[in-house]
């Protein structure tokens, strides 16, 4: 492994951290970050540390095909199992970002998908917002359920628990969190006005085609 770029990927995941607790997407020590630092390893949020407090030293480095971490290193997130399974099957996305935001937590504890309903949504989500199969937090089988509802999509509710979004890069897991949070909001403040009008299939197709390939300056 190379270090530098492993040091270089913790002072990313930590500053994220911060960038979400900011959001207000998270509350205490809830959700937690993980990024790819090369094939085997990942660098995964610390358990249960204040993010006012953390530093990139706390961030934990671990391998993801046997979960070995230096044992001098924090205590990982209870989720890693989850973080390393979707970066394993995921080899484009090389960040992954959960929260217990409240309004995806609606969605979630309904155990009802978000349609595709907004331009924002199906650009950076890629469309309709699944649900996963229920399992206990922080077990291989939770990890295992949402890496399986993960499919085109970058975004998975999960039931009773809140969401897990998935990036190229941090930036746009954090993006795709935060825009997951305001579609659920979207959504259930349609409900009061007579429901929503679902996109086209051949629009939600063209739009997630121009953010994946053109949107953005190169
Ligand atoms: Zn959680």
Known sequence: MDMNRAKEVQR???ETSRKMYDSGLVAGTWGNI???IDKDYMVVTPSGMKYEILNPDDMVIMNMHTYERDPDSRKPSIEFYMHAQLLLEHPDM????????TYALIMATARKPIPPVCDDQVQILGGA???????????PEMG???????KEG??????NHGAVTIGRNLDEALLAAVLLEKTAQVYIGTMAVGGPVELDPADIAAMRDY??????QR
């Open 94 to 101: 090389n960040a992954v970002v959960h929260t217990h935001s």
């Open 129 to 139: 917002i699944p649900v996963a199969e229920y399992a206990m937090p922080g077990t």
């Open 154 to 159: 970058n975004g998975v509710l999960v039931p």
């Open 12 to 14: 990313a995941v930590c």
């Open 34 to 36: 993980a990024a790819r």
């Open 211 to 216: 953010f994946l390939n053109k949107y953005g």
């Open 144 to 150: 295992a359920a949402v890496a399986a509802a993960m």
